[in-house]
């Protein structure tokens, strides 16, 4: 009976020590497999992201003959600008290279000459400038399109010669900046004189002013507008 007691006792503690050795072991495996498992945060396995840097224009590859973007714009842009403020070159009567005299004096005691020009290319136009070649101080209209609309041509003829007081009498008119605007251009058979020069009339006051121009610096005739359709023609 006491052996019987003593291999039980002893059957039990086998048991129990291989129970606590097998634990041992498994926990000791798992030290050691979590010591040699490579780290996820290994400084060796962490893969640096290369910085992103902004190219250079010089860094820009382009075809041979072509033009960076922003150059190109630049240049579209002030190609136009050049387009919009370029000069124009007036001649001697203040006419251009586009358009023919009407008629042209210079004025007397001044530098200015007061020219009536018709454009000789589209769009059909007319136009009356004051001042000098270098120095234009009116110019009308501003709009060249309708701008025979905005001009009145009148005259008076009378044949006959001096023995029955003939006469030729144009006058060329418009109105800005409140003020009438009168060209006119005379001619006396009398006493064979022709006279020249532009009236300005203010529309409020009535005050006139009468600037004589040179006849020996005449240069074509506002006579050339009684023949014409374009223009608003009265009879005086």
């Known amino acids: 009976m006491f052996k019987v007691r003593s291999l039980q006792i002893l059957y039990i503690s086998l048991i129990i020590l291989c129970f606590l050795l097998t634990g041992c072991a498994s926990n000791k495996s798992k030290v050691i497999a979590t010591e040699d498992q490579p780290s996820d945060i290994n400084e060796e396995n962490v ?3 290369p910085e992103l840097s902004q190219p250079s224009m010089d860094d820009i590859q382009t075809e041979p003959g072509d033009t960076p973007k ?3 714009d630049y240049t579209e842009i002030s190609n136009v600008q050049t387009e919009d403020i370029q000069e124009v ?10 358009e023919e005299v009407l008629f042209s004096f210079k004025l007397a005691d001044s530098p200015k000459t007061i020219s009536v020009c018709i454009s000789n290319t589209q769009p059909d136009y007319i136009t009356c400038r004051i001042g000098t070649p270098n120095n234009i101080d009116l110019e009308f209209p501003e709009n060249k399109e309708g701008s025979w609309s905005e001009f009145t041509y009148s005259y008076y003829f009378r044949g006959g010669g001096a023995g029955n007081e003939g006469m030729d009498l144009n006058y060329l008119s418009f109105e800005y900046d409140g003020y009438k605007y009168v060209i006119y251009e005379e001619y006396i058979a009398e006493n064979n004189t022709k006279t020249v020069g532009v009236k300005t009339i203010d529309n409020i006051t009535n005050m006139e002013v009468n600037n004589k121009g040179l006849s020996d610096s005449i240069e074509g005739s506002l006579i050339d507008l009684r023949f014409s359709d374009k ?5 005086q």
Do not use: Q, V
């Open 47 to 49: 893969t640096s992201t």
């Open 89 to 98: 070159i007036y001649k001697e009567n203040l006419c251009t290279d586009d």
């Open 231 to 235: 223009i608003n023609i009265e009879l």
């Open 70 to 72: 922003d150059e190109k």
